[in-house]
């Protein structure tokens, strides 16, 4: 596995929203915070302000009054303010935006909002082997910084219509098993996905069937309509690409 | 034998005709007629419907089905929806309102979208990048909608695939075992 996975390896993963910025300032804000995220001390996902995600960062116009909250993670949710006419002080950047600054900024806030969830006690801990068969259901598709690779995506895409644990959606997809941890884990991380650990017996059942009762013979069928359209597409299962 | 099949949707020159002249192992079958609207950028358009087809192993039949993109011609998508295997929706973003795009279609396939399986692909997002993904994401989620949103380039034969694939796999989630579809 390339990119994302290995970038992310020892990197905490944290979201912000964009809240009263004119147009061209959010794309410009998207856009400079997606060319830093090789460098970044953290990995830097967009939610959008109105979802039902609370980001871990909140970017703000000067001037603006946003509602904060806790984050999906628990801790208090940070606030950088973005102006044109204010001189630099903490949690304030200067407009036009400078890729060297923002990179610095993200950089501290990040070590902030990393200290702050250690302090909340909700430590952003990768899986456990232990955690493997935790069943979770994902909220929403994820953003495109979590599905740079064509696997990531049919992983994904396998979650969307039942809840599933690291060995099941393994056995569903084919997939190495450390793919589908990491995967899972920062699905988590990144406040997508909820745990079903509290979920009545029967839901889980749901979350991890046995893998015959899906899948007729090898992962994805060989048999069978779909797997008679894939062959005949030639699409390729897991590990073909 | 049997027949099977599934539907593209989606915005007027989103690219549904694109999408299945793709996959299909015939010319695809298309209604298109010069356009009188004005409010659409193209010289034809499909009133009626597109049409591809693939042939299984086993001599069975996959129909691809290219609707109408038009809202008036929402009798013909529950029509074309009754024992589709899903949906893919192409989104054009260089439209006013994709996110009211992709709301009609919501609406208009609800019933096939919650039994089977669905793919979101958004178009033209090299020049028209708002909304974004994430938005599209999102504005799904608000809809209780959880699919694959991916931009895709339909002009792409491997894109195209790359939405069947995903659709594919998100139908095999879906049902408890492949048999009722052998």
């Known amino acids: 596995m390339t990119g994302l996975n290995t970038l992310t390896e020892n990197r905490a993963t944290f979201s912000f929203s964009l809240h009263s910025l004119p147009a061209r300032e959010e794309l410009i804000f998207k856009s400079v915070v997606r060319l830093l995220s090789h460098k970044t001390h953290q990995l830097w996902l967009y939610y959008p302000y109105y979802g039902t995600v609370r980001a871990d960062l909140l970017v703000v116009a000067e001037g603006s009054i946003p509602r904060t909250s806790a984050s999906h993670h628990g801790a208090l949710q940070h606030v950088l303010t973005l102006g044109a006419s204010g001189r630099s002080r903490d949690f304030y950047l200067r407009l036009p935006l400078r890729a060297d600054e923002l990179e610095a900024e993200l950089n501290r806030l990040g070590g902030l909002i990393q200290a702050s969830i250690t302090t909340s006690n909700q430590p952003a801990a990768p899986a456990q082997p232990q955690e493997l068969d935790v069943a979770f259901r994902l909220l929403r598709w994820p953003p495109a910084a979590l599905l740079v690779t064509r696997e990531r995506m049919r992983l994904a895409t396998l979650m969307t219509g039942r809840a599933v644990t690291v060995i099941s959606l393994q056995k569903l997809s084919g997939a190495n098993l450390q793919t589908c941890s990491e995967f899972v884990d920062e699905l988590r991380r990144a406040g997508l996905m909820r745990d079903l650990t509290s979920q009545p017996a029967r839901e889980l059942e749901v979350a991890t069937p046995p893998v015959s009762n899906t899948v007729p013979a090898q992962a994805g069928g060989q048999s069978g309509l779909l797997a008679r359209i894939r062959q005949r597409l030639g699409i390729q299962l897991f590990g073909g690409t | ?182």
């Open chain 2, 1 to 182: 034998m049997s027949e099977h099949k599934i539907l593209f949707s989606g915005s007027t020159g989103a690219g549904k005709t694109t999408a299945i002249g793709m996959v299909s192992e015939v010319p695809p079958l298309s209604t298109d007629v010069r356009n009188t609207d004005s409010g659409l950028a193209k010289s034809m358009t499909t009133v009626g419907m597109d049409y591809g087809e693939v042939t299984l192993e086993g001599g069975d039949k996959l129909r691809l089905y290219g609707t109408p993109g038009q809202k008036r011609f929402e009798f013909m998508w529950k029509i074309l929806s009754k024992g589709a295997l899903g949906l893919i929706i192409l989104i054009d973003n260089r439209q006013p309102d994709p996110l009211a795009d992709l709301d009609m279609y919501l609406d208009g396939f609800a019933l096939l979208i919650a039994e089977t399986a669905c793919v979101v692909a958004v178009g033209r997002t090299e020049t028209h990048p708002i909304p974004g993904l994430e938005q599209f994401s999102s504005h799904l989620e608000s809809r209780g909608v959880l699919c694959p949103v991916l931009a895709a380039d339909v002009r792409d034969a491997d894109q195209v695939l790359q939405l069947l694939e995903l659709l594919l796999l998100q139908l095999e989630t879906k049902i408890p075992s492949e048999s009722q579809w052998s």
